[in-house]
Structure formats: C-alpha cells, structure tokens
C-alpha cells in the first residue's frame, strides 16, 4: 500500500499542519505516516480547492472503516456507497511502503468520507511487488513507472 508520504504545503495556513512533521532539509515539505501520531494528507477537491483532511480512520469514528485506504475495486462496487464517498486528488510526491521510498509524480487517488481521506489502492503490478513486498499499491494519477528514491532499501541491498 502507501504507509506514509511526503508532500509539499506552501502559503496555505491549515491548522491540521501542525499535526505532521516537517521534512528535515526541505522547507514546505512534510511527511505523513498512517501508523505514527495523527496522519493527516493534503487534498485537492473537483474544484481545484486544496485543503488536508485526517487520513483514514485508526478506530476513532464509530461507522467508519477502521483503515487508511479503500480498495478501488469496492469502491467500483458500490460497497462504500452507503458512506457517499467523494473522489479527490491527493497531491503527494512521494510514497513509502515496507522501507522503501518511491516517487510520486502526479499524486493519488482518493475518497474522502465524512471528514477522512482515504488512499486509494489497485493491485500491485509486479515492479511495486518487487520493490516493496506488498500485493496493494496506492492508485497513481496518469504514473506506470514506479522508481525507488535515494536511501530505499532496495537501492541499499537490504532487500
């Protein structure tokens, strides 16, 4: 899947900012993970509005799934139709899954539910399987070229 992301927030006071860390060395960049804290993502909605929203739901809200990212092929299904998703953009530009950073050139597919976003996620192809060990990965937006950043455990041998 996608357990944390990095994303770029610039001129844009959203108080939920304060929730995420910033990225050492990069001003205006900050990493999200799902697992640590409270993960929150950026959105951009049909009408080009950006905003961040809480990513997923870690058992907080009563009636919503307890996770962070929704299978697209239930959501093809009509299984989160009674939750009456919306489909966003979420612009990240970077992704990490089983110790490996990937980039992210054009972000996300998502839902947002109620007031949580969830990622998106398809089948893995057999790079991203390779890569990360993982059978899901996150939905790209128009990307089919998955490539590990510098640091990655795959580029390090660990793997």
């Known amino acids: 899947m996608?357990?944390?992301t990095r994303f770029s927030w610039h001129d844009i006071y959203d108080p939920l900012i304060d929730l995420v860390t910033p990225n050492a060395g990069s001003v205006g960049?900050?990493?999200s993970r799902y697992w640590a804290g409270s993960p929150v993502l950026p959105v951009r909605n049909a009408t080009g509005r950006r905003a961040?929203?809480?990513?997923?739901?870690?058992?907080?809200?009563?009636?919503?799934?307890?996770?962070g990212w929704?299978?697209?092929e239930s959501v093809d299904a009509g299984k989160w139709q009674h939750?009456?998703?919306q489909f966003v953009h979420i612009p990240v530009t970077a992704g990490y899954e089983q110790g490996v950073w990937f980039g992210i050139t054009h972000g996300i597919h998502g839902i947002v539910v109620a007031d949580r976003v969830y990622m998106?996620?398809?089948?893995?192809?057999?790079?991203?399987?390779?890569?990360?060990?993982h059978p899901r990965m996150p939905w790209l937006i128009d990307q089919t070229t998955i490539?590990?950043?510098?640091?990655?455990?795959?580029?390090?041998g660990l793997w």
């Open 83 to 85: 939750h009456y998703p």
């Open 2 to 4: 996608c357990g944390a």
């Open 29 to 31: 960049e900050y990493e």
């Open 70 to 72: 929704a299978q697209k």
């Open 120 to 133: 998106l996620t398809i089948a893995a192809d057999d790079v991203y399987l390779s890569l990360t060990h």
């Open 147 to 156: 490539t590990p950043m510098a640091g990655s455990r795959q580029q390090l």
């Open 52 to 67: 961040l929203w809480h990513w997923g739901n870690r058992n907080q809200i009563t009636g919503l799934p307890a996770t």
